[in-house]
């Protein structure tokens, strides 16, 4: 049961969760604090990065390792730790609230993690590795970081499986979402052993790139389908607490959820059928991810985008910002759908896909951010700046990905800097410009959501 938005006094059935009390609320403002600080320090990393690949701008940045090793901790950050930090807002909204230790060991040992990463390329960790999902830095120091940091997230993800609420026996709008949560810890279960079975594994004469490649390429593209799970389980979320007037079936919703982890469950097989080193256990996972990412996106898109066009209107900044990010969230990912079908080569538009993709997952838990906030005891986001943010955010990184999608039509290469980029024709250069353009516009958008979110966190004066 929840409040309506537009009738505070009126109760209504949603897709809805409990607000999280006593020692979960703590535990939460913890991972959010964590999620947080992730885009802070990746954010400074951001700026330097994109500047480097801008014409006109990228030759005052000519240091290509430096680039690089910006990369692996933008990346390490922006991703992975400020993904799997929501996550651990999700699941211990979600918790019944037992084995309090094991939540504050995970959230330490991630906050530990997250410390000894950002800081291990100012200790001497360098010679970057920019293979996908988890880039690396050679240096003990920077593994030490990324080892404490999976091993909080595993101990997440078990006190999740372990001790989360019960979906009930009638499927309501809340046990939907329970449901979805359930799956998306099961998926993350499954990529935590994926990323370990790879680790014992993989032959031994295989070194350098190819090696973390692998390592990570199998528990890399599982993670994926957890975070696909929770932004939807956001987008309903949303749908529900900005008042849009949507008609699922809660046992419908529930059904999307399985159908969205049934080709992360496929992993299993990929990992029997296939040695972890062969050319079929690539191309398999690839495949899982490239047809089965958005099966379940899809149908409930076309579920909820009706209701933007029936439901009312109304001025609560807050809400105008949950329907915005929702809204932009739900374009983006199908913006990245869809390029990902343009793939071909090795080429920026690679990048274009995904970060449509991941993008749109984080507009959701921005969105859901907003919402939680005056849930887990601060202020409620009012103001301009809240009901701008949203928008200013996802058609920045519209533009971003447009940018990337249209040079890599040109063969623009990927993880490239400077000269390297091969800038010697006017589409080339236009379509690094729009990128450039939209990733400083997404930048300042990401910026307003940090002022917003502090700004409503910060203690009020008294007196």
Request: aromatic share 12%; with cysteine.
């Amino acid at each position: 049961m929840q409040t309506d938005p537009l009738t505070p006094n009126k109760i209504i059935d949603g897709f809805n969760l409990d607000t999280p009390e006593d020692n979960s609320r703590r535990l939460t403002i913890g991972w959010l604090s964590l999620a947080l600080g992730s885009l802070v320090v990746g954010g400074l990393f951001t700026i330097l990065i994109v500047m480097s690949r801008t014409p006109g701008v990228q030759d005052i940045f000519p240091w290509t390792d430096f680039f690089h090793t910006a990369l692996v901790v933008h990346v390490d950050l922006t991703v992975l730790v400020w993904f799997l930090s929501c996550a651990g807002i999700f699941w211990t909204i979600n918790s019944n609230g037992r084995c309090p230790s094991c939540g504050w060991a995970a959230l330490c040992l991630a906050v530990a993690g997250t410390a000894i990463i950002s800081l291990s390329p100012f200790l001497g960790a360098a010679a970057p590795f920019m293979n996908n999902y988890v880039p690396v830095l050679r240096d003990p120091i920077f593994f030490v970081g990324l080892g404490v940091f999976g091993l909080g997230f595993t101990l997440l993800v078990i006190r999740g499986i372990l001790f989360s609420k019960p979906i009930g026996k009638m499927v309501s709008g809340s046990g939907a979402l329970r449901f979805g949560l359930l799956t998306a810890l099961i998926i993350a279960f499954i990529a935590v052993v994926a990323t370990a079975t790879s680790y014992l594994s993989i032959p031994d004469e295989i070194e350098g790139q190819h090696y973390y490649e692998l390592l990570f390429w199998g528990g890399g593209h599982t993670i994926q389908f957890t975070h696909v799970q929770l932004m939807l389980a956001g987008w309903l979320w949303l749908a529900t607490m900005s008042g849009l007037s949507i008609r699922l079936n809660p046992r419908i919703a529930a059904l999307l959820f399985a159908l969205g982890a049934v080709p992360a469950l496929m992993t299993i097989f990929v990992y029997f059928a296939f040695d972890v080193a062969s050319v079929e256990h690539m191309i398999w996972l690839t495949w899982l991810m490239q047809y089965g990412g958005g099966i379940a996106a899809l149908p409930l898109a076309m579920a909820l985008l009706p209701a933007f066009f029936t439901s009312h209107s109304f001025n609560d900044d807050q809400l105008r910002a949950q329907r915005s990010a929702l809204l932009l969230s739900i374009v983006l990912f199908g913006a990245g759908g869809i390029i990902g079908f343009m793939i071909s080569g090795s080429n920026v538009t690679i990048p274009a896909h995904y970060h449509g993709s991941i993008v749109a997952v984080t507009l959701a838990f921005m969105g859901v951010i907003y919402h939680l906030l005056p849930r887990i005891g601060f202020r409620k986001p009012t103001g301009k700046m809240v009901r701008l943010q949203p928008t200013i955010y996802g058609l920045g990184q519209l533009l971003h990905v447009i940018g990337l999608a249209w040079s890599g039509g040109y063969g623009v290469q990927r993880k490239t800097a400077g000269s390297a980029q091969g800038l010697e024709s006017v589409e080339k250069i236009f379509g690094m410009g729009l990128m450039g353009l939209g990733g400083l516009i997404a930048i300042i958008g990401g910026i307003l959501f940090l002022i917003v979110v502090f700004r409503a966190m910060w203690p009020e004066k008294r007196g």
